[in-house]
């Protein structure tokens, strides 16, 4: 059986588009940049990542993307593809795409996918 790498992409929409299969824009989420004790950490401190998956709406969400995410993944495996990138974004690509990145990658090498995790912007505006 070939094994198909999955690239997840973190990326802010202020700095310019991205190329992948699937983009998802985060910009609904709750923003912890409006909170001035969290807005120095990136989405890879574990302050952030429970502020942004902690969160209800957050949760809502995950609870629906997750079985597109299979179903999305199985299906591009089944076709033979080699790699899948999948973009997540948000304002900055900072905080919750990062987040969210980081989350779905760790789910997803848990079902047992090759994935590789890029944060395009984590550093940009800094």
Known sequence: VQCMQIILVSFGFS????DAEYVV???FLQN??????????PGTDARIAEYV??????????ALYKPL????????QK???DELK????????????VAVTEYLTKWLSEKGYSCHCV???IEAGQ
């Open 15 to 18: 700095y310019g588009p991205i």
């Open 79 to 81: 076709k033979g593809r």
């Open 32 to 41: 912890p940049y409006w909170e001035p004790a969290l807005r120095p950490f």
């Open 53 to 62: 998956l902690g969160n209800e709406q957050t949760q809502q969400f995950l």
């Open 25 to 27: 824009d985060l910009r």
């Open 86 to 97: 999948l973009a997540l974004g948000c304002t900055g690509g900072r905080h919750r795409s």
């Open 69 to 76: 995410l299979t179903f999305l993944c199985e299906t591009w």
């Open 119 to 121: 944060h395009r912007d």
